[in-house]
């Protein structure tokens, strides 16, 4: 399959959940209680109450304005509406040279994530550094080196037990000797509710703010099967370091896909990578468009 249809595939579940489910809710009255069960099946998605309100709000201005009728006129209008919650999003893009560090929890498919990237910008003919910045788990670094091997990019790693913020401190140096175009820093899964790790982040991010001159993005790695327990995620790593982006992994059929409205409408942070499998080519840049046409 190619990117866009697996992506199509990875939100059969959202598509099952509010497409058909539209068709089996409209009756040709767009009266109280469709909405109330409209309401229902957008949240039942994850994508949360303060997006399903809106969003509802949205369309039914606009469908009594348009006079829609048939369900096939409201999924369009639907989706309009979805596409615009998504990009009002302010998205800043990217200039080179830049530094993007990769936070998460643990086995959200952090350091798979940054492989599949890495391989995307050399792909782009960009000069591609990988900072092995988790020391904590003994297996972290080697991972990393044979995404950068499978990539074809360089890797500045150190053993475990290595301060982290030392490494990426070489890492930066390296970059700039080198030339780099792209910087892409691995850090330790942390359970976003540990003081300890997230301070150990913080320093990372010290050494980032006081070493690189280029652009510096962190972009937060989600498992697109968490449900509403990502907003925590997003609330916690926003307030320690300031989240960019984020890249949502695991997009495989299980997932429903519908936490990026929720993000987007509470926290207004872009979803920058979709991951659609598990190949080396297997991620792709979001599409807001695509990514509701995936889903009505």
């Not at 497409?19 to 099946?41: P, T």
């Not at 560090?101 to 959200?108: C, K, L, P, Q, Y």
């Not at 972009?219 to 320690?240: H, K, M, P, R």
Request: include cysteine; charge should be negative.
């Amino acid at each position: 399959m190619g990117l866009f249809s697996k992506l199509f595939a990875g939100l059969k579940k959202t598509k099952d959940s509010i497409a058909n489910k539209i068709n089996s809710i409209f009756v040709g009255e767009l009266d109280d209680d469709f909405y109330e069960e409209l309401e229902y099946v957008l949240i039942s998605s994850d994508i949360g109450a303060e997006a399903t309100e809106e969003i509802i709000d949205e369309v039914k201005k606009l469908a009594k304005k348009q006079h829609v009728k048939s369900a096939d006129d409201f999924k369009k209008l639907l989706r309009e509406v979805m596409v615009n919650m998504l990009t009002e999003v302010e998205d800043e893009q990217i200039e080179y040279p830049v530094l993007i560090t990769f936070v998460g929890v643990n086995g959200v498919g952090k350091t798979t994530a940054i492989g599949r990237i890495a391989h995307k910008f050399k792909s782009e003919h960009k000069n591609v550094l990988m900072v092995a910045g988790d020391t904590f788990r003994a297996a972290a670094s080697d991972q990393l080196t044979e995404w950068s091997k499978r990539a074809g990019v360089r890797i500045v790693k150190y053993g475990e037990g290595t301060d982290p913020a030392a490494v990426v401190f070489d890492g930066i140096s390296s970059a700039k000797a080198k030339h780099d175009d792209v910087v892409l820093v691995d850090t330790a899964g942390r359970l976003h509710n540990k003081t300890n790790l997230m301070e150990e982040l913080k320093k990372i991010s010290k050494i980032i703010n006081r070493e690189w001159e280029g652009d510096y993005k962190n972009y937060l790695v989600i498992d697109a099967t968490t449900g509403q327990n990502a907003l925590s995620q997003v609330e916690t790593f926003n307030e320690c370091v300031g989240i960019d982006g984020i890249v949502l992994t695991k997009l495989d059929g299980t997932a429903k896909g519908g936490i990026v409205f929720a993000i987007a409408k509470q926290y207004g942070v872009p979803v920058k990578f979709v991951g659609v499998g598990e190949g080396l080519e297997d991620i792709t840049e979001f599409d807001p468009v695509e990514f509701v046409n995936g889903i009505i």
